[in-house]
């Protein structure tokens, strides 16, 4: 069942056009990787389609029903999205922070029950933060602040996923390592994961589709290997790829002749 | 969960250092007066127990009809903008945030003081108040709009913008108490404010915003931490992000105007207290509203006793003191917090 239908979607700010008659639907349980170079239109497509930006022209069906016809309250039950934050100003816990995930399930005047709580200890363990929970967030480095993030979008148990740029700033040993948990999660609870990535390496390995978008047009869609081929990289970064076979996954990789 | 011990033990410590401070400040001032016969005023008044009278009937209006409602009035007015400072701290992400500091109060006490000179009172009754909320929530917008919340500096950009407004709307209130012909006197009145001369009426005034104030602002505790990870973060958590802020400035204002429009302006008790508490009890909201909110209480209380009583025979304007108090602490925060970028 397709969880995501866009239909001849077009955005514009201030009369330019981000978005050009974008079409596609998504699959429940799917991964998808959104790529593309800078100014190409992958981050406004994300705040489409988790509802933060309206559109002005074309349709988003969530789940058959338009995604404006979601109150914000119910649509942050079924989608999460994890961007690079700021780190908060005030010194919350790591433990205060992810039990913040559960705000949309929470009715007003109430407050956590024995299950939220239950439910966030588990994900703290999942996720090897349970000997972290009481300390402040600022004291955390960058991988262990993108774990938390994960902890807490966890916590929120959404159907989908969105993720904008999620290994930035961050060595390879914790890119692959927030990559893994972002994997393990989706495959247990069959989430659909929609992330923009730069990295399309990262991308091949992690996705199972991916959407290569150029100058608000979708250039490509379709499986990893169908959308990294050579002519369409080299079209729309400008540059000539080299694509070579990962030796260990097989999965299409890039290299770049410099 | 121990959050609510936290809460209880936080809020029964405070309540007792609040009921000890009332009692010590019923005993100072000129005319000595002893604990048992406070006392004895007391539970004759509010539980109309026809005690035998051994004290004169000045001993009784001393302590029943100037300190008492004088240090009731400073405890709501304190609570009432630590309250505002809480809110206005929290929803603009600043730690900088008071309702002095913004420029609020000033418009406050502008919109208060023209309503009062021009007696629109006469016309109906609760004109002060709305005059001062319009002047409080025109500079407050004046504000913001100056400081362009986008912009990067903006805990620095909205304290020059504060400065500007607060300058612009002194001058103004200036002028205008001078064009009335009015003294000095009222001049420094509404620029540092003061509990002299205040009645039961004026307790009766403030009540109802102050509870509902509060009543709203504590309600939405989740929010207000949810906002606290980042405005992005909270739309992704489903805030509906620009309709709470609003509606949690126009409460914050309402607070501070209200308040200004009896006492005048009273500066950086918003600033103050909230942070001590935050570093004392944490940064959640749930805590961090009610405990703020009797140490407001307590803190202006203490700030009216000393203005009230450190001169013999005379008074001194209360802000005089929350400023000699509030101003270095501001300045600690201003080196150490924008350095920090967190607190």
Redesign the interface.
Known sequence: MSIFEVKQLSYQIDTKDILNNLSFSIQEGESIGIIGPNGSGKTTLLHLM?G?YLPKNGQILFKDRPITAY???????Y???M?Q?????????VE??VA??R??W?R??T??KSRD?SLIDQILAELDLDKKRTEPI?SLSGGERQLVAIARAMV?EPQVLFLDEPTTYLDIGHQVMVMNHIRNWQQKNNLTVIMVLHDLNLAAQYTDKLILMNQGKLQAWGNVAEVLEEQKLAHVYQTKPVIIKHPVTGVSQILLHG | ?NKNKKLFLWMGGLFLFLLISIVISLRIGSVGVTIHTIYRILVSHLFSIPLEVDWSTGQEAIIWNLRLPRILLAMVVGGMLSLAGVAFQGIL???LADPYILGVSSGAALGAAISILLQTQRLFILSTSISAFIGAMASLGFVLWLANLQSRQKNEALILAGVVVQSLIGALLTFAIALSGEQMQTIIFWMMGSLANKEWLDIGILLPYFIFGFAFLW?QH?EF??M???E??A??????VNKKKWMILLVASLLTATAVSIVGIIGFVGLVIPHML?ILT???H?ILIPVSTIAGAIFLLWADTIARSILPGREIPIGVVTALIGAPFFAYLLRQGLRR???
């Open positions: 988790s933060i109150s914000k309250k119910e649509l942050a039950r989608i999460a999205f961007e934050e700021a780190i908060p100003l005030l010194s919350f816990t205060e922070v913040m995930g705000y949309p929470l007003p005047f407050s956590l709580y600022h929120q | 969960m992400q600043n730690p309600t989740k931490n949810v606290a990870l980042g992005r973060a739309i992704h958590l489903g805030v509906d935050r944490g940064p959640d749930r970028k967190s607190l």
